[in-house]
Nanobody, 120 residues
Framework: QVQLVESGGGLVQAGGSLRLSCAAS????????MGWFRQAPGKEREFLAA????????AHADSVKGRFTIARGNALNTVYLQMNSLKPEDTAVYYC?????????????WGQGTQVTVSS
């Protein structure tokens, strides 16, 4: 089975930065698309960013372009989300996801999430 584990969340002040990590295990992830989503209290899950094979697929949601950046580790089993200029409205549970498709409409595998809280 595929396991995804997020880490790096926490409490930060507005304007600060966090770097989230997602570690994948159980299969070789060289050909998997990996992405980041978030879900704020009372809100729908929101797509943030995704990356596939090197040079094959990269996407960032318009709402976070210029502030959030996705990147994969060299081994391709880890994906990061660098978050800068954080705002209180960024407060949410952040989820890592993975799928075999290059640009998946739905992701098959999900982590348990990591809480990000941004204070004033």
């Amino acid at each position: 089975q595929v396991q995804l584990v997020e880490s790096g969340g926490g409490l930060v002040q507005a304007g600060g930065s966090l770097r989230l990590s997602c570690a994948a295990s159980g299969r070789t992830f060289g050909s998997y698309t990996m992405g980041w989503f978030r879900q704020a209290p009372g809100k729908e899950r929101e797509f943030l960013a995704a990356t596939g094979r090197s040079g094959a697929y990269l996407a960032h949601a318009d709402s976070v372009k210029g502030r959030f950046t996705i990147a994969r580790g060299n081994a391709l089993n880890t994906v990061y989300l660098q978050m800068n200029s954080l705002k209180p409205e960024d407060t949410a549970v952040y989820y890592c996801a993975a799928d075999e498709a290059m640009a998946p409409k739905e992701y098959k595998y999900w982590g348990q999430g990591t809480q990000v809280t941004v204070s004033s």
